[in-house]
């Protein structure tokens, strides 16, 4: 028994020994064929390069290391270089592309060549090329001749390869951690823009007889996927941070994802206009989704134009404050209406749908003479832009961008608000139209109250519709208001203290003279509020909007220019008997303490 154990111990030593020795056969084999296979490979992966780019670029690497027994291999050092000259000598020939490319990556893997089927059909099948951290650079200049260029190859690539192979394949290429540099040589300058933590993955790259009139691939590729993760840009001026999380993009369906993105700014609402030294709209934005549906990627690698079927914007806020305390900067805004900053974006847009879905919309203001911060919301907006697009060939389809929107003012009242931008106007001509529900009127008190010293006792707003037509320069329109029992307080900033007090007498002659407490009126009379609004040269957008919107409701609620002077003359009248009395007052003191002095002078 013992006996046949130790023959059996010394046959699976043999056994191990064995295939110890075939194994470091097979490594030494492996070792020598890649040895022998590395001047040939070198010179082969060089001249494919060059050949399969019609000599446009060439690849240079420090070493290349081979393991015949895992198929795997490595290159080091590299560097894909564009040869200028014959860039030239394309672009002379109308058939260089709009795009070169700078490549360099210490180190490219390549994993699983199947060397069986490169030897024995003459098929260079790799599982996956990987490469760490490479430097990207891409110059964009756009030609003509390429203006209707399709995403595949005009000759075959196989004609360039045939020679040597019968098919490329790699079914994935992994770009990791890519430092990108963008730089567009379309102006009279070069313009840059940098990125970092770029992931790209290619997949499913083919070269065959056939690959390159496949409609469904995109420059031989089935797909291209691209994951960015925590990217923060910081704004030429230095206010703003962008912060975006998680971005994600696949070619194949067409679709981008955003998880998050927000614009930070780098000061605290009062601190933000101090550090500029003058009061100016500061923004404060973050959305927690975003995506982009329908986005054709061949056209944007051609063009730099962004072409995309639907956008959703969706779970966010933006808020908008401004401190009015500080010295006002008198710059011009005519021609920054949002259709006609559309128009000078450089880069070519159109969004043939932009979804809103559930998003706060705040703007505040801080009052130098009641010393308070006051805000109107637009809470839960939904709704739709159409036609987003600075496009002249889709402008001259339909000149109309429109917006279709629902949110609640101040969170209470339902407000239907519909704007119609003309995208070719040359004076930014637009128009707006909306229906506000019912809602208590005390809801506006956080802004009527910092903002126009006035509280609202009671009032029940019942409906408020407005259609309105503007240009750069002037707003026309219509506005009916239906309110009940509407009751104010003027109020004014008790000197030396931060609160508001309540003027008496001036809340009773705003309620008594100028106030339609009711409208219609008892009689049943409606007073329809016509608006005429004159734009003031340093004006944004939402200031004239909300300029004209207020000239409406001061008519319709009795602010009338006859009314106002009215009250104007009676407090005129009140602040004189004031006076006259003060003055009255004072004289009988001094003949008071005129008759103490002669009396203490007699005794």
């Given at each position: 028994m013992i006996e046949k154990i130790r023959k059996q111990k010394k046959i699976l030593i043999r056994i191990g020994l064995g295939v110890l020795a075939l194994v470091l056969i097979m490594a030494l084999t492996s070792r020598y064929l890649a040895?022998?296979?590395?001047?040939?490979v070198k010179a082969q992966i060089k001249e494919l390069v060059l050949r399969s780019t019609d000599s446009l670029y060439h690849i240079e690497f420090s070493d290349i290391r081979m393991n015949l027994l895992t198929a795997n291999a490595s290159l080091t050092g590299v560097k894909v270089i564009p040869d200028l000259r014959i860039f030239k000598k394309?672009?002379?020939?109308?058939?260089?592309?709009?795009?070169?490319?700078?490549?360099?990556?210490e180190k490219l893997e390549i994993r699983n060549f199947h060397l069986y089927t490169f030897l024995r059909h003459r098929k260079l099948h790799i599982s996956q090329l990987r490469l760490d951290r490479p430097d990207v650079v891409m110059v964009n200049q756009q030609f003509d001749f390429n203006e209707d260029k399709l995403s595949r190859p005009n000759a075959s690539p196989f004609d360039y390869i045939s020679e040597y192979l019968k098919?490329?394949?790699?079914?994935?290429?992994?770009?990791n951690n890519i430092s990108f540099k963008y730089i567009n040589n379309n102006g009279e300058k070069p313009r840059e823009d940098a990125v970092k933590n770029l992931n790209i993955t290619l997949k499913d790259y083919l070269i065959d007889p056939h690959s390159s009139a496949d409609k469904?691939?995109?420059?031989?590729?089935?797909?291209?996927?691209?994951?960015?993760?925590?990217?923060?840009?910081?704004?030429?001026?230095?206010?703003?941070?962008?912060?975006l999380d998680q971005l994600d993009f696949s070619a194949a369906s067409g679709k981008l994802n955003i998880q998050s993105l927000g614009v930070v700014p780098r000061y605290n609402e009062m601190e933000f206009g101090k550090s500029l030294g003058y009061s100016k709209d500061r923004y404060a934005i973050q959305m927690s989704d975003l995506s982009l549906e329908g986005i054709n990627l061949p056209l944007y690698i051609l063009k730099q134009e962004l072409l995309a079927k639907e956008m959703t914007v969706a779970n966010g806020s933006v808020r908008v404050f401004n401190n009015k305390a500080l010295p006002k900067l008198i710059t011009e805004k005519i021609g920054r209406y949002p259709h006609?900053?559309?128009?000078?974006?450089?880069?070519?847009?159109?969004?043939?749908?932009?979804?809103?879905?559930?998003?706060?919309?705040?703007?505040?203001?801080?009052?130098?003479d009641s010393q308070q911060k006051g805000t109107i919301t637009f809470e839960n907006t939904s709704g739709s832009l159409s036609n987003v697009t600075n496009v002249p060939k889709y402008k001259a389809k339909n000149p109309w961008m429109t917006a279709d929107l629902k949110t609640y003012l101040m969170g209470r009242g339902r407000l239907d608000v519909g704007f119609k931008?003309?995208?070719?106007?040359?004076?930014?001509?637009?128009?707006?139209?909306?229906?506000?529900g019912s809602m208590d009127g005390r809801s506006l008190n956080r802004i009527t109250r910092p903002l126009g010293m006035i509280a609202i006792k009671s009032g029940d707003v019942k409906r408020m519709e407005f259609q309105i037509s503007a240009n750069d320069r002037v707003a026309n329109g219509i506005m009916k208001f239906e309110y009940n029992n509407l009751s104010v307080n003027l109020l004014k900033r008790e000197e030396g203290e931060n609160r508001l007090v309540r003027q008496g007498w001036m809340s009773?002659?705003?309620?008594?003279?100028?106030?339609?407490?009711?409208?219609?009126?008892?009689?049943?009379m409606l007073v329809t509020a016509k608006i005429h609004e004159e734009r003031a040269k340093n004006g944004s957008f939402f200031h004239f909007v909300w300029k004209s919107l207020l000239q409406g409701i001061k008519h319709s609620v009795g602010i009338t220019e006859a009314k106002e002077q009215k009250i104007k003359t009676q407090i005129a009248t009140f602040e004189q008997i004031k006076i006259d009395r003060e003055a009255r007052q004072a004289r009988r003191e001094k003949r008071r303490l005129q008759r103490e002095r002669a009396k203490r002078h007699k005794n």
């Amino acid at each position: 028994m013992i006996e046949k154990i130790r023959k059996q111990k010394k046959i699976l030593i043999r056994i191990g020994l064995g295939v110890l020795a075939l194994v470091l056969i097979m490594a030494l084999t492996s070792r020598y064929l890649a040895y022998k296979f590395k001047p040939l490979v070198k010179a082969q992966i060089k001249e494919l390069v060059l050949r399969s780019t019609d000599s446009l670029y060439h690849i240079e690497f420090s070493d290349i290391r081979m393991n015949l027994l895992t198929a795997n291999a490595s290159l080091t050092g590299v560097k894909v270089i564009p040869d200028l000259r014959i860039f030239k000598k394309l672009i002379a020939l109308k058939k260089a592309p709009n795009n070169i490319y700078h490549l360099e990556l210490e180190k490219l893997e390549i994993r699983n060549f199947h060397l069986y089927t490169f030897l024995r059909h003459r098929k260079l099948h790799i599982s996956q090329l990987r490469l760490d951290r490479p430097d990207v650079v891409m110059v964009n200049q756009q030609f003509d001749f390429n203006e209707d260029k399709l995403s595949r190859p005009n000759a075959s690539p196989f004609d360039y390869i045939s020679e040597y192979l019968k098919e490329l394949a790699i079914h994935t290429i992994d770009l990791n951690n890519i430092s990108f540099k963008y730089i567009n040589n379309n102006g009279e300058k070069p313009r840059e823009d940098a990125v970092k933590n770029l992931n790209i993955t290619l997949k499913d790259y083919l070269i065959d007889p056939h690959s390159s009139a496949d409609k469904s691939r995109l420059y031989l590729l089935k797909d291209v996927v691209i994951k960015l993760n925590n990217y923060t840009y910081a704004t030429p001026d230095s206010l703003y941070h962008i912060r975006l999380d998680q971005l994600d993009f696949s070619a194949a369906s067409g679709k981008l994802n955003i998880q998050s993105l927000g614009v930070v700014p780098r000061y605290n609402e009062m601190e933000f206009g101090k550090s500029l030294g003058y009061s100016k709209d500061r923004y404060a934005i973050q959305m927690s989704d975003l995506s982009l549906e329908g986005i054709n990627l061949p056209l944007y690698i051609l063009k730099q134009e962004l072409l995309a079927k639907e956008m959703t914007v969706a779970n966010g806020s933006v808020r908008v404050f401004n401190n009015k305390a500080l010295p006002k900067l008198i710059t011009e805004k005519i021609g920054r209406y949002p259709h006609q900053l559309l128009q000078r974006v450089e880069g070519k847009l159109t969004i043939e749908k932009l979804n809103v879905s559930n998003v706060d919309i705040s703007y505040s203001e801080y009052d130098e003479d009641s010393q308070q911060k006051g805000t109107i919301t637009f809470e839960n907006t939904s709704g739709s832009l159409s036609n987003v697009t600075n496009v002249p060939k889709y402008k001259a389809k339909n000149p109309w961008m429109t917006a279709d929107l629902k949110t609640y003012l101040m969170g209470r009242g339902r407000l239907d608000v519909g704007f119609k931008f003309n995208l070719e106007a040359k004076d930014g001509a637009f128009s707006y139209s909306g229906l506000l529900g019912s809602m208590d009127g005390r809801s506006l008190n956080r802004i009527t109250r910092p903002l126009g010293m006035i509280a609202i006792k009671s009032g029940d707003v019942k409906r408020m519709e407005f259609q309105i037509s503007a240009n750069d320069r002037v707003a026309n329109g219509i506005m009916k208001f239906e309110y009940n029992n509407l009751s104010v307080n003027l109020l004014k900033r008790e000197e030396g203290e931060n609160r508001l007090v309540r003027q008496g007498w001036m809340s009773f002659l705003a309620n008594a003279i100028i106030l339609n407490p009711n409208n219609p009126s008892k009689d049943g009379m409606l007073v329809t509020a016509k608006i005429h609004e004159e734009r003031a040269k340093n004006g944004s957008f939402f200031h004239f909007v909300w300029k004209s919107l207020l000239q409406g409701i001061k008519h319709s609620v009795g602010i009338t220019e006859a009314k106002e002077q009215k009250i104007k003359t009676q407090i005129a009248t009140f602040e004189q008997i004031k006076i006259d009395r003060e003055a009255r007052q004072a004289r009988r003191e001094k003949r008071r303490l005129q008759r103490e002095r002669a009396k203490r002078h007699k005794n």
